[in-house]
């Protein structure tokens, strides 16, 4: 037995040898194992110096940051990158990112706090602009100019949504726009869009900044495919510094809004687009479209208050009887009396169109309202279809139970989401919910005068003694 393996075990020593003998030549950080270091799908490596369970949200928020920026260069026109690692130090970084080529290789460098340094807007949108250059086979240090701000802010939006939602209630990731479109006062949208906001020197404006570059951009992503992205078109054309802001803007976004709202108008018109409108118009007008077609809808329904003042407004039906001859004859009824209207007229012209328009807003709202409203206004438009079918007393006694079980629903719904809020803001650190007004106070601090100061801490106090 000792003499078979006397070969094997010379052998085995031998192999020993030789493998300490090379292993001997390299330096010690390249046998260490790399437990420090993480890669992505894309193939971004991202290395900390020292990494714990405390980085664990920061190596997320990166990974999360590189999955959504490659996401949005799908495109056939890029042949080429620079292949992208993100160093994050314990010492810090001058001026919070370096950005450095080496070997071919993009390098970028981070303090370990970025996430919670004064200065972590500039450092994570030069991040996001760094890797979209990189991604798309440009040196971020030899483009002249930094990529459009509606561009990096709405993925940094997306990113700090990601991340640093707090909101357990079924809200809309737009809530400001959202407001906006509910009160029919949506702004103007190029002119939103290419007016480029920050958190330190405009505070709260910058939300709703940031809300309209994130819903541009998801919108965007809907119209884009590998054969035609406006996205990935304007980091080349900005890259390249051959072209005008207004120039690339035109060339990619107003050409894919423009194309998908020609689209759209010959859906809903069932024919060619109507002609009159110029570009900026058509422009405004898929804005106010794809708004209220996705920033309230099933998924994300109005807020029972909202509904509520929506629902009453439906409830308003008035009727115009025309006859030859004589002057029209306008009467207004709430919608639970509509059987008024019926019984002195019958079907007529006049009824026919007054239901023909509330079954577009009953649609519309059926649309927006949430879960426990939609069977009750499934019985609603039911009823109103049955016209020539029943009697108008059955008819009205159904209006009526009807309506009385919307009411007792908008009664329950509050109390959800009363309830909701509070375990909401029970469950919520303060530094998180109150994000937004720290925020402003911290911005607010650095532009006061002492003197404004002062005199708010004493209407301040006086408040709290009252």
């Known amino acids: 037995m000792?003499?078979?393996?006397?070969?094997?075990?010379?052998?085995?020593?031998?192999?020993?040898v030789f493998a300490g003998a090379l292993l001997g030549s390299y330096p010690a950080a390249a046998v260490q194992m790399p437990t420090d270091s993480f890669s992505t799908r894309s193939g971004t490596a991202i290395t900390f110096q020292r990494f714990d369970r405390e980085y664990y949200e920061t190596l997320q928020y990166l990974k999360f940051a590189d999955r959504i920026i490659s996401g949005y260069l799908n495109s056939s026109a890029v042949k080429q990158s620079y292949p992208c690692r993100i160093f994050v130090?314990?010492?810090?970084?001058?001026?919070?990112i370096n950005i450095v080529e080496a070997g071919g290789k993009i390098n970028l460098y981070l303090h370990k706090d970025f996430q919670t340094a004064e200065n972590k807007f500039a450092v994570t949108t030069g991040m996001i602009n760094a890797l979209l250059l990189a991604k798309t086979g440009f040196n971020p240090n030899e483009?002249?100019?930094?990529?459009?701000?509606?561009?990096?802010?709405?993925?940094?939006?997306?990113?700090?949504?990601?991340?640093?939602?707090?909101?357990?209630?079924?809200?809309?990731?737009?809530?400001?726009?959202?407001?906006?479109?509910?009160?029919?006062?949506?702004?103007?949208?190029?002119?939103?869009l290419n007016t480029a906001l920050s958190p330190e020197a405009d505070g709260i404006a910058y939300r709703l900044y940031e809300e309209l570059c994130r819903f541009v951009l998801v919108e965007l992503k809907r119209l884009s495919s590998r054969a035609d992205n406006p996205i990935a078109d304007a980091v080349f054309m900005t890259a390249r510094g051959?072209?005008?802001?207004?120039?690339?803007?035109?060339?990619?976004?107003?050409r894919a809004i423009l194309k998908n709202y020609d689209r759209l108008s010959r859906e809903i018109n069932k024919k060619t687009v109507p002609s009159g409108a110029g570009d900026a118009q058509k422009v405004q007008n898929w804005f106010k479209m794809v708004a209220n077609r996705d920033l309230v809808s099933?998924?994300?329904?109005?807020?029972?208050?909202?509904?509520?003042?929506?629902?009453?407004?439906?409830?308003?039906?008035?009727?115009?009887?025309r006859i030859k001859?004589?002057?029209?004859?306008?009467?207004?009824?709430?919608?639970?009396?509509?059987?008024?209207?019926?019984?002195r007229y019958g079907m007529s012209t006049g009824f026919s169109e007054?239901?023909?328009?509330?079954?577009?807003?009953?649609e519309g709202l059926i649309q927006v309202s949430q879960p426990l409203c939609s069977v009750s206004l499934e019985k609603l438009r039911s009823?109103?279809?049955?016209?020539?079918?029943?009697?108008?007393?059955?008819?009205?006694?159904?209006?009526?139970?009807?309506?009385?079980?919307?009411?007792?629903?908008?009664?329950r719904q509050q109390q959800i989401e009363v309830y909701l809020r509070a375990v909401e803001y029970a469950a919520t650190a303060p530094g998180k919910l109150y994000r937004d007004e720290l925020i402003e106070d911290r911005r607010l601090e650095k532009n006061f005068c002492p003197a404004i100061n002062n005199y708010l801490d004493q209407v301040e106090k006086s408040f709290l003694r009252d």
Not at 2 to 16: D, M
Not at 327 to 340: N, W
């Open 242 to 254: 051959k072209y005008s802001e207004e120039q690339i803007f035109d060339y990619t976004v107003v």
């Open 143 to 192: 483009c002249k100019r930094p990529l459009p701000p509606w561009l990096t802010v709405g993925i940094y939006g997306q990113m700090e949504l990601r991340c640093f939602s707090h909101s357990i209630l079924a809200v809309p990731c737009f809530p400001g726009l959202m407001a906006l479109c509910v009160a029919g006062k949506l702004p103007d949208f190029r002119a939103s």
């Open 2 to 16: 000792n003499l078979l393996l006397k070969k094997p075990v010379r052998g085995l020593k031998i192999f020993l």
């Open 298 to 321: 099933l998924s994300s329904p109005l807020l029972t208050k909202d509904f509520v003042t929506r629902f009453y407004h439906f409830r308003r039906c008035t009727y115009v009887h």
């Open 383 to 411: 009823t109103l279809q049955q016209f020539d079918q029943l009697p108008s007393v059955i008819i009205k006694k159904r209006l009526a139970l009807i309506l009385g079980e919307l009411e007792q629903t908008f009664e």
């Open 89 to 96: 130090l314990n010492e810090p970084v001058k001026g919070g």
């Open 354 to 362: 007054m239901l023909d328009g509330k079954f577009r807003e009953l």
């Open 325 to 343: 001859g004589s002057s029209p004859v306008r009467m207004v009824r709430d919608i639970s009396k509509i059987t008024e209207i019926y019984d």
